[in-house]
């Protein structure tokens, strides 16, 4: 039983090892692949530096001195240029000195994961090889273990993404962002600042062990210099506004738009006390004082807002108010003379006449 | 003597590097990682940790990993 069991461990080490070579293979021909490519637009670059050689010759042959000189001083230039491309070419072709693995290096180093880092978790179907870390505290301040997770069909696209995930088991994001679960991982995406050639090339290399343990260094060590969210601000929150990062008891919480601000960032309504960021406090243009939505209301005549306050009883601003009054008192004064006028009329007959039935 | 040297400091490279006969891990370490201290780093021989009088063999695989890498923000 005991021997079966082991015999199926194996099996399946083996399987990952297969799988873990083709990927490699794949990755392989992905960079072969990128030389070749630079192989055709390198030939396109030695006709190019060629190409004025029949102008050349048509002019010496015809006596066209000046134009056989144009022809060399074109022909200088393009070796420039052409220069620079084979050093290019040069420099590619001598990079790719990677050899793949044997199938046996790369069962050493599963061997070697499993005695260094702990068992690591091997999903056939997701096609994924695991290492869980040991809790990480940094500055005292825990983040748990975390999961580090290659995608072995993704290795193929190490140069243009990365193949593996940073998964926090345990998380204590930052305060400012819930996507940082680390100062160098954001979204499960570690940046691997200084170990970032060495990390590829390990598993360019297939150096697996290596790969694993570099992430490990990474994630065991704290960048001041660059950190996503440095650890003196991880409790604290970011304020949606201006982005500066401050303490829980230093923030206000904008109940209009949900979100979290400083408190340069936010004010309060000077009727009810809610509290509002600037963005979404207004303004009364009577009284300039900052008021929520709900303490406001529009003017019945000139429908612009103002704060409940500086409308009167009937819905009216101080300007319609006195507009009003004033319009009445007109009225009032237009009306008081209209009764003479029209007594004169009649009494005198004016205009009237008799009309025969 | 020639032994294969994987350095996973920096850029990280792997390449054989000839030594004299019976040096041992300490001053391969002293040789190639001048100013640094073994503390830094996981030193193995063989995929296997050694003690720092080791002699090293013809053929040895000698790896030397930091444990301190600086991340960054991408």
Known sequence: ?357 | MRILFINNNGSGYADYVNIAENTTIDQFFAIKMQGEQTGDYLIRVNRQPVPKDYCLCDGDRVTITPVKIEGAIC
Not at chain 1, 44 to 50: L, R
Not at chain 1, 110 to 137: A, C, H, M, N, W
Request: with cysteine; glycine share 4%; charged share 30%.
């Open chain 1, 1 to 357: 039983m005991r021997k079966e069991k082991i015999m199926k461990k194996y099996k399946n080490i083996v399987r990952l090892s297969n799988l873990l070579l083709e990927a490699l293979c794949e990755l392989k021909r992905q960079r072969l692949r990128q030389i070749q490519s630079s192989f055709e637009d390198f030939s396109y670059k030695c006709c190019d530096a060629t190409k004025d050689s029949h102008l050349f010759y048509a002019a010496i042959e015809k006596g066209w001195l000046s134009g056989a000189e144009k022809v060399i001083s074109r022909v200088s230039r393009n070796l420039n240029d052409f220069s620079y491309h084979l050093q290019r070419f040069k420099e590619l072709i001598n990079a790719d000195e990677t050899k793949l693995p044997k199938l046996s290096d790369v069962f050493a180093e599963l061997s070697q994961i499993d005695q260094e880092l702990g068992e690591y978790q091997f999903d056939l179907k997701e096609r994924t090889i695991s290492v869980i870390t040991e809790p990480i505290t940094l500055d005292d301040i825990p983040f748990g273990p975390f999961e580090i997770k290659l995608f072995i069909d993704q290795i193929n696209k190490l140069y243009t993404d990365s193949p593996f995930r940073v998964i926090a088991l345990e998380p204590n994001p930052a305060g400012a962002d819930d996507n940082v679960t680390h100062p160098h991982v954001s979204s499960e995406r570690l940046c691997e600042g200084d170990g970032h050639v060495s990390i590829r090339r390990s598993l360019e290399q297939g150096r697996f062990c290596d790969f694993f343990t570099m992430i490990v260094s990474v994630l065991q060590t704290y960048n001041p210099d660059s950190p996503y969210i440095s650890l003196d601000d991880w409790e604290g929150i970011s304020c949606y506004d201006c982005g500066c990062t401050v303490s829980g008891d230093d923030c206000y919480y904008c109940e209009s738009c949900d979100r979290d601000y400083c408190s340069q960032c936010s004010t309060y309504c000077q009727m009810c006390d809610t509290t509002l960021c600037l963005g979404c406090a207004y303004e009364c243009p009577s009284c300039n004082e900052p008021v929520c939505q709900s303490c406001t209301a529009k003017c019945k005549d000139c429908e612009e807002v103002f704060c409940k306050d500086c409308l009167t009883e009937d819905g009216l601003c101080q300007s319609c108010e006195e507009q009003r009054k004033e319009d009445s008192d007109e009225e009032q004064a237009s009306e008081s003379k209209k009764p003479e006028t029209c007594v004169a009329v009649q009494s005198n007959s004016v205009g009237e006449t008799i009309v025969h039935a």
